[in-house]
């Protein structure tokens, strides 16, 4: 199954994007993360109140159905910069990027990322 982003032209198979996801988040000193705290609204791209990272608005999103919303968009493209740099395998830093400029395409179009 895929998984693309519009705008962005992203495009990665489920499987390797909620990876990604994952080294990122562990990579970056994220062991055990709490799904207590995270609402449906979070799930589908809605935060009332930002997490102190915004990679856990990536980590926490509804890859089906959620956006990234347009005011997050470079706020985490900004931070997937600064963590890719942790990744070990050129695999997860190549496809990590992909979707860092994803991001930078929707902000500088000023709309939400949609998955598709």
Not at 13 to 28: A, D, G, H, I, P
């Amino acid at each position: 199954m895929g998984l693309d982003t519009e705008p962005g032209n992203y495009h990665s198979s489920y499987t390797r994007f909620v990876e990604m996801k994952r080294q990122l988040v562990e990579s970056n000193g994220y062991i055990v993360l709490d799904w207590g705290q995270v609402t449906q609204e979070n799930l589908m791209g809605e935060w009332e109140k930002i997490p102190e990272d915004p990679l856990l608005i990536l980590f926490f999103h509804h890859d089906h159905t959620g956006v990234i919303k347009y005011e997050h968009t470079l706020l985490l493209a900004n931070r997937i910069f600064n963590a890719k740099k942790n990744l070990a395998k050129l695999e997860w830093l190549e496809l990590s990027s992909d979707f860092e400029q994803a991001l930078r395409v929707a902000n500088q179009e000023g709309v939400d990322l949609q998955f598709c």
